[in-house]
C-alpha cells in the first residue's frame, strides 16, 4: 500500500545534508562520515522532534526498497521500512503463529500513526508501546543492522546505536501448528501496556518475552513440557519492577504472573 505523503521530510536550520542513497555502498558511505553523523528517516511511534532538529544531516531511505514482505529460502523477510499498517494487512503475517505480530501493531498507534512508522523505526527508536518487540522476540526474529558495515544477529542480542540502520527483520517460517499469544494491561485499549507478555510454541520449543516487570525484557526459552504453573514461576523469580505512576511494583508482578498464565494458556492448552 502506498499512501501520499507516507515519506516524511526534515529540514532545520543547523541540517547541512539531506541524503537519498539508492543502494546499501552508497548508504553505508554516507554512514560513514562521522564528522556530522547522519539521522536515517525510520519513524517509531514515538516522534522524537530533538533527534531532527540537531541533526547536521539525515539519511532518507525510500529509494532502498526496504518496504516489500517476502518469503525466500524458508524464511519471512520483512523490510525495516515496512510500515506498521502494511504489517497488519498482510495476508502472509495474518498466517504467523496466530496473528501475534499484525496484532502487535494494531496496538502500537492509531491509523495515521502506524501509516508513518515503521517496523525499523521501532527497533531503532525503542521506548512507547513494547508489543511489537515481544512479539518478534517470541517469534525468535533476526535483523540485518547497516553501520559501516553490514550485521545480522538475534533481536535479543540487539542494541541500538546512533548510525544504525534496520535493513530487514528475518523470522523462520512456522507450521500451521504454532501457536502465538499476545495479552496485555494498560489504562485505556490503545494505552501503552503497563505489562504485556508475549508467547509462542512450536513443537518442542515455547518462548514467554515480558516488558513491565523488569528494567529490562524477561525472555524465558524453555521446553513446552513444562507446565503452566512451572513457567509463571520462572517469571515470577525474574520479575524486578519499577514502579511508576502507571503502577505500583508489587502491582506489575502480580500482573507478570497473572498475564504469563493467561498467555500459557493460549499457546499450551490447560496441561
Same mark, same amino acid.
Given at each position: ?70 518469503? &525466500?529460502?524458508?524464511? =519471512? *523477510? ?7 499498517? $502494511?504489517? /497488519?494487512?498482510?495476508? #502472509?503475517?495474518?498466517?504467523?503463529a496466530?496473528?501475534?505480530?499484525p ?36 517469534l ?12 545480522t544477529m ?47 510454541? &512450536?513443537?518442542?520449543? =515455547? *518462548? ?7 528494567? $529490562?525484557? /524477561?525472555?524465558?526459552? #524453555? ?14 523469580n525474574?520479575a ?32
Amino acid at each position: 500500500m502506498n499512501y501520499p505523503g507516507r515519506r516524511c521530510e526534515v529540514m532545520t536550520d543547523s541540517m547541512s545534508n539531506y541524503h537519498y542513497p539508492s543502494n546499501m555502498k552508497d548508504l553505508m558511505k554516507h554512514l560513514a562520515q562521522h564528522d556530522a553523523l547522519p539521522v536515517p528517516l525510520a519513524h517509531g511511534t514515538r516522534m522524537s522532534v530533538s533527534q531532527f532538529s540537531e541533526a547536521g544531516s539525515v539519511i532518507d531511505l525510500s529509494r532502498l526498497n526496504l518496504d516489500k514482505i517476502s518469503i &525466500e529460502d524458508g524464511g =519471512l *523477510r520483512i523490510g525495516g521500512q515496512v510500515c506498521l499498517q $502494511d504489517v /497488519i494487512e498482510a495476508p #502472509t503475517l495474518q498466517n504467523l503463529a496466530d496473528s501475534i505480530l499484525p496484532q502487535a501493531c494494531s496496538f502500537a498507534a492509531h491509523l495515521g500513526l502506524r501509516n508513518l512508522s515503521t517496523l525499523g523505526g521501532v527497533l531503532l527508536n525503542q521506548g512507547g508501546s513494547p508489543e511489537i518487540i515481544l512479539a518478534l522476540l517470541a517469534l525468535d526474529a533476526n535483523v540485518v543492522i547497516v553501520n559501516t558495515s553490514m550485521t545480522t544477529m538475534p533481536l535479543s542480542e540487539y542494541q541500538p546505536k546512533d548510525g544504525d540502520v534496520v535493513v530487514e527483520i528475518t523470522v523462520k517460517l512456522r507450521d500451521e501448528n504454532c501457536g502465538g499469544s499476545l495479552v496485555r494491561v494498560s489504562r485505556t485499549p490503545l494505552d501503552e501496556a503497563i505489562v504485556a507478555v508475549a508467547a509462542c510454541k &512450536e513443537s518442542d520449543n =515455547l *518462548r514467554v518475552i515480558v516488558s513491565g516487570a523488569n528494567p $529490562d525484557y /524477561i525472555l524465558i526459552s #524453555t521446553n513446552a513440557d513444562m507446565t503452566i504453573d512451572q513457567v509463571a514461576e520462572l517469571v515470577l523469580n525474574k520479575a524486578q519492577p519499577i514502579a511508576d505512576y502507571r503502577g505500583s511494583a508489587e502491582y506489575r508482578r502480580a500482573m507478570a504472573g497473572v498475564l504469563a498464565k493467561r498467555a500459557l494458556q493460549t499457546v499450551l492448552g490447560s496441561n
